[in-house]
């Protein structure tokens, strides 16, 4: 996916293109994810779209549930969603990072065989 240690370090208009694309995509997995919570809570808990979509929004971010689930399948679409948000918010923040971690590293080894020559 990335280049390989015996590979130049990519110009910055490719590097920040590269960002781009890691930005887009972990913003797409945020909407769906967001989108997966939104009709959850509403067809399991009997919630309003506005509640349903603020419930899901504050359970992604990581902040916690804002209404009282009374219904058993809500209580368990519930559990699961904040199991499975927990993965994408640590699975996004990998995602995003990723170029930045890879340039670093792959600079860092560029600068050890420099050295060693």
């Known amino acids: ?7 130049p370090l990519l110009k910055p208009r490719e590097f920040y293109q590269r960002v781009l694309k890691n930005l887009l995509f972990a913003c797409s997995v945020l909407l769906i994810s967001l ?7 509403h067809q399991t808990s009997n919630v309003d779209w506005i509640d349903s979509l603020h ?10 549930p804002v209404i009282e ?3 058993t ?3 368990l ?12 918010f640590i699975s ?15 600079r860092l080894h560029l600068q050890e065989d420099d050295a060693t020559s």
């Open 1 to 7: 996916m990335y280049e390989h240690i015996s590979q």
């Open 35 to 41: 989108i997966i919570g939104i009709f959850g809570y």
């Open 55 to 64: 419930n899901a929004s504050m359970i992604l971010s990581g902040m916690g």
């Open 69 to 71: 689930i009374k219904t």
């Open 73 to 75: 399948a809500g209580k």
């Open 77 to 88: 679409f519930s559990s699961f969603y904040a199991l499975f948000s927990g993965i994408v």
């Open 92 to 106: 996004n923040i990998g995602i995003i990072l990723a170029p930045a971690i890879h340039r670093l590293i792959h």
